[in-house]
């Protein structure tokens, strides 16, 4: 099994408007050619996060949406519903920013109405957590701050090892690392001190070969898989460096999509762990 549990394709008439938004919206985009570089990257950060959030919402025990929303958020309908409302927006930037004169803002301000909306929904999490009595700010506060540590340690350390490559990738190298050091470090405190089982095969089978190290019973089981993802994302900062270089949109395009594998289940990790009370 490849795929992770609860995996299911919407109502075939959710299906076509989906998948029609996403061939709309991808055809416009290519047609107007907005900017993208390492901006774009950092910009599409808080519609990743965005998109984690509103399936933790769709999921028990929170449930939030009604039958007729709830197969917009499930798996994998929810990246298809982000991917169309964020490339929604962009196109509408990016209109204003051409009739403006202004095409440099588009990213700065794509990530200024993503953060404004993540904030919201963010918001609404939090108050309904507290209207259900099973609030728990703690794990999800020590997460992101945890996360943050590591990843600012980790981009420290490649800097000093190779400083151009960071110099170069100043924009999208922290958004990667730090989204996969946040998915590996709410992944652990999920499974090591919440008792959530991880739906999805690989981690959850790189979780169980570390519990039967020696190790599991004094640092649990998470802390390979932290390993794993902080690795694997410093290996494709490095890697990508030269195609940043020849082909900065493409390359820019391809790291906002490592991140949001990342960024958006680490999201929806955190906004679960609220509900943990």
Not at 18 to 43: E, H, W, Y
Not at 131 to 143: E, I, Y
Not at 192 to 219: H, K
């Amino acid at each position: 099994m490849i795929l992770p549990t609860g995996f299911a394709l919407p109502p075939l008439q959710y299906l076509v408007v989906l998948v029609g938004g996403v061939c709309i919206v991808t055809a416009m985009l290519v047609g107007l050619k907005p900017p993208v570089d390492q901006r774009t990257v950092a910009s599409l950060a808080p519609w990743m996060a965005l998109g984690g959030a509103l399936h933790a919402l769709n999921q028990p025990p929170i449930e939030l949406y009604g039958g007729t929303l709830a197969p917009l958020f499930g798996t994998p309908s929810v990246y298809l519903t982000t991917f169309s409302a964020t490339g929604a927006v962009w196109l509408l930037l990016s209109f204003f920013g051409v009739r403006t004169g202004h095409t440099e803002n588009i990213a700065r301000h794509l990530g200024m109405v993503g953060t404004g909306v993540l904030t919201v929904v963010m918001v609404l999490s939090a108050v309904t957590a507290l209207r259900s009595g099973r609030v728990d700010p703690v794990w999800p506060a020590l997460s992101v701050l945890v996360s943050l540590f590591v990843a600012v340690v980790a981009v420290l350390a490649v800097a000093v090892w190779r400083t151009p490559l960071v110099v170069r990738a100043r924009y999208a190298a922290p958004v990667v690392i730090f989204a996969h050091v946040f998915d590996g470090i709410s992944t652990a405190v999920g499974t090591d001190v919440l008792g959530v089982s991880e739906r999805s095969p690989v981690p959850r089978a790189i979780m169980e070969f570390a519990g039967g190290l020696p190790t599991a019973s004094t640092i649990g089981s998470g802390w390979l898989f932290v390993v794993v993802k902080l690795v694997v994302a410093v290996a494709v900062v490095v890697l990508m460096d030269n195609y940043l270089q020849e082909e900065p949109a493409e390359a820019a395009l391809l790291l906002s999509v490592v991140a949001a594998v990342g960024l958006g289940p680490a999201t929806n990790n955190v906004v679960l762990f609220l509900f943990a009370g």
